[in-house]
């Protein structure tokens, strides 16, 4: 399984950056995964609505360019479903053999995802109704997808 998670913005303190290269490292037995990091928009304090959606379009852009056309996008939104990590664990399983096995995970910039993106995502997942950072989601989502496939495995997990 190949699986990219194109992330809006890059990771500046040691200790995120840590975190995602255990990750990383500990799913190299189970899957090929890659980080994208794309550049954010920038910006000025207070921006209106407009503002915030031109720079959600650009971003946007930026987005499609790391996605082909066989992936199976998953766009990380509030608006998405929740889903526990067996579910998350069987439904990529689920994908897997269907042959499904090219899945682009999208974590946006502090002002959400175009809605482009959440409108031709194949399945919009919600981590909770609260906002994180995208440096902590990035983190959560490695290690969820980690759990997955410890989960399809029947491997020991921590719970």
């Not at 499904?100 to 399945?123: L, M, N, P, V, Y």
Request: charge should be positive.
């Amino acid at each position: 399984m190949r699986i990219k998670v194109v992330v809006v913005g890059k990771l500046k303190e040691k200790y995120w950056k840590d975190a995602v290269k255990e990750y990383l490292k500990r799913l190299e037995a189970y899957a090929k995964v890659e980080i994208v990091e794309v550049d954010e928009e920038r910006l000025q304090d207070n921006p209106s609505s407009i503002e915030i959606e031109k720079a959600l379009a650009k971003e946007e852009e930026r987005i499609n360019r790391h996605i082909s056309q066989s992936s199976f996008v998953i766009p990380l939104a509030i608006e998405g479903k929740m889903v526990s990590s067996q579910e998350l664990s069987s439904f990529m399983g689920k994908l897997a053999v269907e042959g499904k096995s090219d899945i682009a995970f999208i974590i946006g910039s502090s002002h959400g995802i175009s809605r482009e993106i959440i409108r031709e995502g194949d399945c919009i997942l919600s981590f909770s109704k609260m906002t994180f950072p995208h440096q902590m989601m990035r983190v959560i989502l490695l290690e969820q997808i980690y759990r997955a496939f410890k989960i399809m495995k029947g491997e020991p997990y921590h719970k």
